[in-house]
Nanobody, 116 residues
């Protein structure tokens, strides 16, 4: 069974930093692209960043230059470094990977709250 567990969220002040982790099991981790999403209250879930199996990153325009995605295949973990945080970054953050063309089995996510 594929399982992805997010951690690292916290309450921080604007301008602060956090590092989120996504620990995966039940899949050949190194072969999978991993995506980070976020969802704020009343808003649709949005793609924030992705990293391919080869390590190539993608960032949404809203986080480019502030967030950095990386992966450690030895630990089956993807990291999302969040710098220069803004109140609008407040959201529940989730990681996932496409399986059979769809995102399945969303985890609980991890809450990031940025105070102004």
């Amino acid at each position: 069974q594929v399982r992805l567990v997010e951690s690292g969220g916290d309450l921080v002040q604007a301008g602060g930093s956090l590092r989120l982790s996504c620990a995966a099991s039940g899949l050949i981790f190194a072969d999978n692209d991993i995506d980070w999403f976020r969802q704020a209250p009343g808003m649709a879930r949005e793609l924030v960043a992705s990293i391919t199996s080869g390590g190539s990153p993608y960032y949404a325009d809203s986080v480019k230059g502030r967030f950095t995605i990386s992966r450690d295949n030895a630990r089956n973990t993807v990291y999302l470094q969040l710098n220069s945080l803004k109140p609008e970054d407040t959201a529940q953050y989730y990681c996932n990977t496409l399986r059979d063309g769809a995102y399945q089995d969303w985890g609980r996510g991890t809450q990031v709250t940025v105070s102004s």
